[in-house]
């Protein structure tokens, strides 16, 4: 028994969990990684042999054009989940009232209490042509026809949002708690107004928050299934939906596995550059 052990003994039953998950998503990459080395047998759940072609298949413009259209939409997802979450976030840390304080965290959190699954079907309802939006714009006069949100774009950003706001609005909520007001006081005390204290001081302050909620929200955004897959309903590709198609309605497994692993590669390079290009403005936030 080492030392490290014998101080803490409830360490092997901490660590154990984690280097269990680890091994698990090491086998899960393997499997994966297997299988894209192997050429698909058409008509068949087996493999062939040992082949590259299926990551020469990844420059085809569908494939292309997929992942295109999910770094574009994970990034635009992030950054309306930003502008949207840091005031939700400002009011929570800021206001005096415990009760408010209390039904802006239960409001901020509660899409975390439900599903995926749920949340997605629960804006078919909201963004149908009658649905809630379309219905309530109609009966004030501001439209004639429904607004097609469903199948759209635009309509997978706003159901993302609201997947990905409970965490960006929990990581920028501790990052501004973090702030001592003694230095928005001293700002105040040498004539700046609240606007310029806030732009001065408190958001470059809370800038690593800032970075930290964003690239969560992006990489969550990534990954996502079920919203893309059934508010796009199959006219807004990207890389989860295609891997879908390709795995389970085509059954060609090694391309499906191929294009994981570029798409795996893809999201992590896309934070490693929004990290770097961040930077500056982490250590700004330090200071």
């Not at 802006?104 to 909201?126: C, Q, S």
């Amino acid at each position: 028994m080492t030392p490290a052990i014998r101080r803490r003994p409830f360490l092997p039953l901490f660590v154990t969990p984690a280097v269990l998950v680890a091994v698990a998503i090491v086998a899960a990459m393997a499997a994966i990684l297997r299988y894209s080395l192997h050429a698909y047998v058409p008509g068949s759940l087996d493999v062939g042999g040992l082949t590259l072609e299926n990551f020469s298949d990844l420059g085809r413009p569908i494939v292309l054009r997929a992942l295109r259209d999910t770094v574009l939409i994970c990034f635009e997802t992030a950054l309306i989940t930003l502008i949207v979450g840091y005031p939700v976030a400002y009011a929570l840390v800021r206001t005096r009232s415990l009760f408010l304080k209390s039904v802006i965290l239960v409001t901020a959190v509660t899409p975390l209490f439900l599903g995926e699954v749920v949340r997605t079907y629960a804006w078919t309802v909201v963004l149908g042509n009658s649905g809630f939006v379309n219905a309530t714009l109609r009966q004030l006069g501001l439209i004639e026809r429904p607004i097609q949100l469903m199948f759209t774009e635009l309509g997978v950003i706003i159901a993302l949002v609201h997947v990905t706001l409970p965490v960006m609005v929990i990581m920028l909520a501790a990052a501004l708690a973090h702030i001592d007001r003694d230095y928005e006081r001293a700002a105040q005390s040498l004539g700046a107004g609240p606007v310029r204290a806030f732009l001065t001081v408190t958001l470059p302050l809370s800038l690593p928050g800032v970075v930290a909620g964003f690239t969560t929200a992006f990489a969550w955004t990534f990954s996502a299934f079920a919203t893309p897959q059934v508010i796009g309903g199959g006219k807004v590709g990207v890389v989860s939906t295609l891997v879908y198609q390709l795995g389970l309605s085509s059954f060609n497994f090694p391309v499906a596995a191929s294009l994981s692993l570029a798409g795996l590669v893809l999201a992590l390079g896309t934070m490693w550059l929004v990290r770097r290009a961040a930077r500056p403005l982490e250590a700004l936030g330090g200071h």
